[in-house]
């Protein structure tokens, strides 16, 4: 009698309800927090990637700048140590919707996003950063038939605008990569995405700025900031920092400038992380290349492999709360739990029994054009960037370079760009944000059913700028 399917669900059984990435026993003790007041030249709020790369930035190019970092938890403990560790040179979340806003500028958006995918691996060398970096570059997957022929599309436009290193594959080059039933066809990024550990890149920025001599205070949450003198002032639960200049990288969370707010949405992502994958079962997927995957459809999943051979699998749900609150309780979704267990086998049935050891969210500041926005305030004594929508992990060096120069007052290709000059749409107030965002959402799992169809309402969103289309 043939043995019994197991059910998926059975798979997240032993899952601890914890990011994987943060689960280290080598993670770094907190620092404390600020007690009393603070002088500085440049203080940046937030120890996540933007915030870590603000401050190794600055002492790189003035090693004389006095740095301050505060972080209201531990570096490291939201979005920065919780993502799938998708390291990609696009500054725009993907070419296309690149092509679709900053057409003319796009050439120049590529290259200046291969040049920061460059420095940040050159970076990590020459601060002896151990991250797990790999420049395996991403798959996009075509998983329905009308997402085949987008892809060839899509290689053709990226052939025309002379973007290097993309390759299209055909149903058994594809498998031949990486062995699913449910793939048809891939458009490989062969070198615009690493994959890393993404924790450790966060503890080693740290080490890195606090060797070049920055002073970092951990649990010391930014709670009010005001202009002062000829500089700005932040306060904290227990004391206080006078700088000459702020950089602020808080991203999903409210932002210091409370004229932001508007433009950005907490939305919760998650992800499942497999057990180590046996000698048998990584013949059965091959995956030899280890490169990023993703599948093309709008609910989409993004799946890679670490270095000691597990499978993160995340995405599919995208979940917005009323509000927009950024709580604890929102981390955890056990039906978006079981329903990656399901599709993760249904992906790859030859790993049937494999188990999960970990299941987590975490909020990802969603802007309405997808791609990071930059400014200042406070006459040009404060400088931010947020809204990376999830592809952060590289951009936000860009970020960090970006707010240092226009927090020097230069002029340079980073700021004379359109998509650094330019806002996107702010979200409406509620009621009207979930509702929108509702319908949002089941036109484009509907579009997903129907082919790709994009319906009247995907159609309206489109043409006014705030066009969900990833």
């Known amino acids: 009698m043939a043995a019994r399917a197991m059910n998926p669900v059975q798979s997240l059984s032993d899952a601890a309800p914890r990011p994987y990435w943060l689960d280290d026993p080598a993670r770094p003790a907190p620092l404390p927090?600020?007690?009393?007041?603070?002088?500085?030249?440049?203080?940046?709020?937030?120890?996540?990637?933007?915030?870590?790369?603000?401050?190794?930035?600055a002492k790189e190019r003035d090693p004389g700048r006095d740095v301050v970092l505060i972080e209201s938890q531990e570096v490291g403990w939201a979005a920065s140590g919780r993502n799938?560790?998708?390291?990609?040179?696009s500054l725009t979340h993907g070419w296309a919707n690149g092509q679709s806003r900053w057409p003319e500028e796009l050439t120049t958006l590529e290259r200046l996003g291969r040049r920061n995918l460059d420095e940040i691996e050159a970076a990590l060398t020459r601060h002896g950063v151990d991250c797990d970096f790999e420049r395996t570059g991403e798959i996009d997957i075509a998983t329905a038939p009308h997402q085949v022929q987008e892809l060839r599309e899509a290689a053709d436009e990226v052939a025309a605008l002379g973007l290097p290193d993309y390759e299209f594959l055909d149903r058994d080059a594809l498998r031949a990569e990486v062995d699913s039933p449910t793939f048809l066809a891939g458009l490989w990024d062969r070198t615009g995405v690493a994959m890393l550990h993404p924790a450790k890149l966060a503890w080693g920025l740290k080490r890195a700025c606090l060797d070049l001599g920055v002073r970092i205070y951990e649990q010391?949450?930014?709670?009010?900031?005001?202009?002062r003198n000829a500089g700005v002032a932040v306060r904290t639960p227990y004391g206080r920092v006078f700088a000459?200049?702020?950089?602020?990288g808080t991203n999903a969370f409210p932002s210091l400038v409370k004229r932001l707010r508007p433009y950005i949405t907490p939305v919760y992502d998650y992800a499942l992380m497999t057990e180590p994958l046996s000698a048998e079962q990584l013949a059965a997927v091959g995956w030899k290349r280890r490169q990023g995957l993703g599948d093309a459809a709008n609910h989409f999943h993004y799946f890679r492999i670490t270095s000691d051979n597990r499978i993160l699998w995340g995405?599919?749900?995208?979940?917005?709360?009323y509000g927009g609150g950024v709580r604890s309780e929102y981390d955890h979704h056990p039906a978006t739990y079981q329903k990656l267990a399901e599709h993760f086998f249904r992906c790859f049935p030859q790993l049937e029994g494999v188990r999960f050891t970990h299941n987590w969210g975490g909020a990802i500041d969603t802007c309405s054009r997808f791609s990071a926005f930059f400014g200042t305030a406070h006459g040009g004594r404060v400088a931010y960037a947020l809204g990376y929508t999830g592809l952060g992990v590289g951009a936000s060096r860009f970020g960090a370079d970006v707010m240092l120069d226009l927090l020097s007052g230069e002029r340079t290709e980073r700021t004379e760009l359109e998509m650094v000059r330019s806002k996107p749409l702010p979200f409406p107030p509620e009621p009207v944000r979930s509702v929108g965002i509702g319908i949002t959402q089941w036109s484009m799992a509907r579009a997903d059913e129907n082919g790709g169809r994009r319906n009247l309402w995907l159609k309206a969103m489109d043409k006014v700028g705030m066009g969900f289309d990833s």
């Open 33 to 57: 927090a600020l007690v009393g007041d603070e002088h500085c030249d440049l203080l940046v709020v937030g120890g996540g990637y933007s915030g870590l790369w603000t401050a190794l930035n």
């Open 84 to 89: 799938g560790g998708f390291c990609s040179s």
């Open 220 to 227: 010391t949450p930014g709670t009010e900031l005001s202009s």
């Open 244 to 248: 000459r200049h702020a950089a602020l």
């Open 315 to 321: 995405g599919y749900d995208i979940v917005h709360h």
